[in-house]
């Protein structure tokens, strides 16, 4: 199957309603873009984000965010009462 599409001045592509259809693409869905030798390949990404769980590994040291939050807010406090003086 071929069907032609326009690329707007913006760089946007409208995906043909038969080829959303077939695919069961929906607004906010997500596309993954690949090159293939010389074509552009279209893979919808489908599941959920909870099937991503540990596909990353984690950073040896990682960071506490209450921690970062704590420092932050105390050198935000502190920047503030230097403005005052």
Excluded: C, W
């Excluded at 592509?13 to 997500?30: A, C, E, H, N, W």
């Amino acid at each position: 199957m071929n069907i032609t599409t326009t690329i707007t001045q913006k760089g946007q592509v409208t995906i043909p309603v038969i080829i959303r259809r077939l695919l069961q693409l929906r607004p906010f869905d997500k596309l993954v873009f690949s090159i293939e030798e010389e074509k552009i390949v279209a893979t919808p990404v489908k599941g959920d984000i909870l099937e991503l769980y540990g596909s990353v590994k984690k950073r040896e040291g990682t960071v506490d965010l209450k921690q970062l939050r704590k420092k932050t807010i105390k050198r935000m406090a502190t920047e503030i009462a230097a403005e005052g003086k």
